[in-house]
């Protein structure tokens, strides 16, 4: 999905921000963070995508502090927020929601069984009237903000939660601490 969006976007490359926790979600069962990180990493390798542990660098838990921090950090460089239609859907639980969308430009990834609840929730209340037509995604750094893209692509039928189900040990294999100077990440 992530290579989908890059092309619709026309990004140089998009960063998986391979988070130390998600307020939202319990810690119990999450795996540990190097584990995830070098998993992200794994899939990611030889694609136009970098995944990074940045958010621990920078000591933010939150979407919004994370977004400020990058934009502080990287001035020349312009960033759009990809999530899928899920978190869309819950999206008016996030901190500070709508400054997010003010900070930058969001597309949003279609995902079965989470369309409906997402154009329905309260952000698209909000966001509605920001919707660009998906065929100027490649236009997203010319959009006055807040903004908003939808994305559609062919589903994956492919679920992280079911994944884990399958094997929850998973992370063990991958549990070692990953070194900073041996990984390519932004800094």
Do not use: C
């Not at 795996?31 to 933010?60: C, D, N, Q, V």
């Not at 859907?89 to 609840?117: L, S």
């Not at 750094?141 to 039928?157: G, H, I, K, Q």
């Amino acid at each position: 999905m992530t290579l989908a969006a890059v092309r619709a976007l026309g990004l140089d490359e998009a960063w998986w921000l391979v988070s130390p926790g998600n307020p939202l979600k319990p810690a119990r069962g999450m795996a540990p963070l190097a584990a995830r990180l070098a998993s992200a990493r794994k899939m990611a390798r030889r694609a136009p995508i970098r995944a990074t542990g940045i958010e621990t660098r920078l000591r933010t838990r939150y979407t919004i502090d994370t977004l400020r921090a990058l934009k502080r950090r990287y001035p020349k460089r312009r960033f759009i927020w990809l999530m899928g239609a899920d978190n869309l859907a819950q999206f008016h639980r996030w901190k500070a929601w709508r400054e997010i969308a003010r900070t930058m430009p969001i597309a949003v990834i279609a995902r079965p069984g989470y369309d409906n609840q997402a154009l329905a929730g309260p952000a698209m209340g909000w966001l509605r009237r920001a919707v660009r037509p998906a065929h100027q995604a490649k236009h997203w750094t010319e959009w006055s903000l807040p903004a908003l893209v939808l994305l559609r692509f062919r589903p994956d039928p492919t679920s992280a939660s079911a994944v884990r189900a399958a094997d929850p040990d998973w992370h063990l294999q991958l549990a070692h601490p990953i070194s900073s100077s041996t990984h390519s990440t932004p800094e």
